[in-house]
């Protein structure tokens, strides 16, 4: 098999010249969070869906807003609440008084970008709701169906903490995500600009430097960046490992390990890695990209056991355990 | 004064002990009779001896013994006789003995009894006829002693066990030291050749440059291969499982000379682009890699 790397080379460097001014302009506002970002754009890019989780106060809503800023394209925000219905976020269908016709008024997940804030605040079906929508893309109020906006990206947030009074997503829902982020705390040097950015006078705004035309080209080189069969079995041995660690030299896990991965991460990462190639503007993937983005991939599709959780190993710690021992093509 | 008085107690109780078994009733002071069995305790498959003594001063002649029966038993049987007579000088007196044994076997476990015998006996000088009465014994039959030949057979087993154990432990130790001596002799083999000349012989078996038609991107492989086992044995790092951005920050950490770095770096990136890209390489920069590594294995020393 011979490929034309020089071709594809020239396309992702062609394609990809956006990255740096959405990047540039999303650094406006958002001082650090780099990991955040690129995360992101690999979302944005690789077309799945994002969970973010992390304390509050971490920039998380801001840096999905700046990135929508940045792409001219439609943006809406959904906040969950306990008394949020799905018709609250796919819309509904209302009586035309001067017709006398029934008509469908579309709900904000009619956007390209949506924002589903604290998305476990709902009860199931508002999750159901808006997790269908984003698997079969479209939307069906009353007896008509509505396909959804491309590009189509929902980014949800959920808080790790005050657990109390929230309605935890199902696996099955977890694993329709094809990232979940942990965002951490920035650096100390991040910090101090943060304090400074935010209480100057005028606030920092993102400004729309990208089409959303330009992320559908994007999308389509991307799909085109090469993938070996060497990294198709690497990333085979890595999701494999979930699931039979002792085939992997893995005995320690085999005890920790309820469920493994499911083919969903073998897509996802393949899709994913694929993305952050095309970030780094290479034409092809390495077991670099694999590594970088298994672990966010990974960590909400690996589930542990309960004694596991009494040793208190993480789903972070087996897969980091699992990336460290498979071995690199 | 205490003292005094305990010493005479002490030396009358070892006076009684000394004097043996009480004689049995007699009406003449010059013959006594005793009866004694041993053991008292007798196991159920063993024979114990009940003895009739009698003993007085003077010569043997001096009574006449009239012959009595066999002591009447009860759960024993008699199963033999004897007789003995004898005369000995103790403390310059002239002593006459004459002992009647009875061997017997006990019936059941229990208790067992042998009833007194009446002795009748003339003393010659007067001619006056006496009786006396031994007393009577009890023997405890108590449970039967494992026979010497009963057990033979797990005496046997259990000597052809211990000996078959033995000879496996000296089979195993044999081996042991066959097997330790073999590994010292490779090692010795081994560590007469350096880690690089060892990656040396492995890279010239793993990636031929001479064949005509030669693999450029699975040698690339297998040369980048060599390269990580290699720096995985000498710096003691997880190279195997580490992607060529994650090599330098590793051989950092184990403070690994810079030059030999940029040359790792330089092999596995090319060797990355060969193996993940999908163009086909080039038998130049396979030869051109090849050299920075051989000249990595031919420079570096352990």
Known sequence: ?329 | MRAIRSAAVLILAAMVLAAGPLPAQSGDEGIRVSATATPLQVPQNRTAVVTIRLEWAGDLNRYEILKFDNPLVENLDIIATASSNRVQVIGGVQMARRESQYTVRPDGLGMAYVDGIVIRYTDKTTGQEYRLTTSRLELKVIDPLPEPGSYLWLVLLLAALGAAAVTWVLVRRIRARRAEATRLAREQQQQQISLEEKYSLRLKEEVDLHQPELDVSGSFARLSGVLRRYLAEKYSLPLISATTAQVRGLMREAEADERAIDDTLAILEQADIAKFSGAAPQRSELERVYTILESMLGSTSR
């Open chain 1, 1 to 329: 098999m011979n490929i034309d790397i020089q071709a594809i080379q020239a396309r992702i460097e062609r394609e990809s010249a956006f990255v740096d001014k959405i990047t540039a302009e999303v650094s406006k506002v958002i001082v650090g969070q780099t990991y955040m970002v690129e995360r992101l754009l690999i979302g944005l890019l690789a077309d799945g869906h994002i969970l973010l989780e992390g304390v509050p106060g971490l920039a998380k809503t801001m840096t999905v807003k700046a990135l929508s800023a940045a792409i001219k394209t439609n943006f809406q925000r959904i906040q969950f609440t306990p008394d949020l219905l799905p018709a609250d976020i796919v819309g509904t269908m209302i009586y035309d008084m001067k017709n006398s016709t029934f008509s469908a008024k579309k709900g904000p997940i009619f956007s390209n970008l949506v924002l589903a804030d604290e998305i476990n605040r709902s009860p199931a079906k508002v999750q159901s709701a808006l997790l269908e929508a984003m698997q079969e893309r479209q939307v069906t109020i009353g007896d008509t169906t509505f396909p959804l906006p491309a590009p189509f990206l929902v980014l949800a947030t959920q808080n790790p903490i005050e657990q109390e009074g929230t309605y935890p997503l199902p696996e099955a829902q977890v694993d329709r995500f094809m990232l979940k982020l942990s965002v951490g705390y920035p650096e100390r040097a991040e910090e101090l600009e943060i304090m400074r950015r935010m209480t100057s006078v005028e606030l920092p705004e993102a400004k729309a430097v990208v089409t959303p035309q330009e992320i559908i080209n994007a999308r389509r080189a991307v799909h085109e960046v090469y993938i070996d069969p060497k990294i198709e079995n690497y990333i085979v041995d890595i999701v494999f490992a979930t699931r039979r660690p002792k085939e992997y030299g893995l005995d320690e896990l085999a005890d920790l390990i309820a469920y493994g991965a499911s083919p969903r991460a073998s897509i996802y990462l393949n899709m994913a890695a694929k993305a952050h190639a095309f970030l780094r503007r290479r034409g092809y993937v390495t077991p670099e990209d694999i590594r970088s983005i298994a672990m966010d991939v990974l960590r909400h599709r690996v589930i542990i056991t309960y004694e596991a959780e009494a040793e208190e190993i993480s789903a972070e710690d087996v897969v980091r355990k699992i990336i460290n021992k498979v071995e690199v093509p």
